[in-house]
């Protein structure tokens, strides 16, 4: 006869048998896996690091971006308000060339003497500040530095020599605020007077030199 009991004792002990060493290879997988996630945990740590860092770049870049955006406008800002002082300066210094002018042709002597002096000593105070008065009587005429008003024939002087001048022009550091206009001789014929009036009126820095190389002190 079949004994019942040592075949089902013999079952189960193959049974717990099977399911430990299935459980020791689940355990091992189980461990195998942890060590991966940890080996990721750690990447995804470093990784978030970099990144934190990229965007505190980002942020350094962006207020950096800001702040020069903040400064060219300030910039603009202060450029518009030189140049309203600049208008207010010149608007200034022509009224007074203007009393200047008008004490040169109808006032007695002493009257022109003072306001000569003080006309001299203003252009000095200028240069002191980067700002030289352009005037060329005597001189030939350079259309960087003159614009043509009048055009006067006067013997014994050479053809283009400017004989007077109508509002003095104005140089600061180097760069041309504004012309003078001047009134120059005509000698030759009167295609002449067209080149003159046709001359090139950019601002270049030869112009520039020959000025301050003829008005040095």
């Known amino acids: 006869m079949i004994d019942v009991a040592k075949e089902l004792r013999g079952f189960v002990e193959d049974l717990h048998k099977d399911s430990l060493?299935?459980?020791?290879?689940?355990?091992?997988?189980?461990?195998?896996?942890?060590?991966?996630?940890?080996?990721?945990?750690k990447e995804q740590y470093r990784y978030l690091s970099q990144l934190d860092e990229i965007m505190m770049s980002l942020e350094e870049q962006e207020n950096y971006h800001k702040e020069c955006v903040f400064l060219q406008q300030q910039n603009r800002m202060?450029?518009?308000?030189?140049k309203?002082?600049?208008?207010?300066?010149?608007?200034?210094?022509?009224?007074?060339?203007?009393?200047?002018?008008?004490?040169?042709k109808y006032g007695d002597e002493s009257w022109k003497e003072q306001m000569t002096m003080q006309w001299n000593r203003?252009?000095?105070i200028l240069k002191q500040n980067g700002i030289v008065r352009i005037e060329g009587i005597g001189e030939l005429?350079?259309?960087q530095l003159?614009?043509?008003?009048?055009?006067?024939?006067?013997?014994?002087?050479?053809?283009?020599?400017?004989?007077?001048?109508?509002?003095?022009?104005?140089m600061y550091n180097g760069e041309i605020i504004r012309k003078a206009k001047v009134v120059v001789n005509q000698t030759l014929e009167e295609q002449d007077e067209?080149?003159?009036?046709?001359?090139e009126t950019s601002n270049t820095k030869e112009g520039v030199q020959f000025y301050e190389q003829n008005n040095r002190n």
């Open 141 to 143: 005429f350079v259309p």
């Open 122 to 124: 203003t252009g000095v």
């Open 146 to 170: 003159y614009a043509v008003e009048e055009i006067r024939r006067v013997p014994g002087i050479p053809n283009g020599q400017i004989v007077d001048i109508i509002r003095s022009g104005y």
């Open 21 to 41: 060493e299935r459980f020791c290879d689940i355990a091992d997988v189980i461990g195998e896996f942890n060590k991966v996630l940890n080996k990721l945990g």
């Open 84 to 104: 309203k002082l600049v208008a207010v300066l010149l608007s200034v210094l022509d009224s007074y060339e203007d009393l200047y002018r008008y004490a040169l």
């Open 78 to 82: 202060k450029d518009m308000e030189v």
């Open 194 to 199: 067209q080149a003159l009036n046709c001359a």
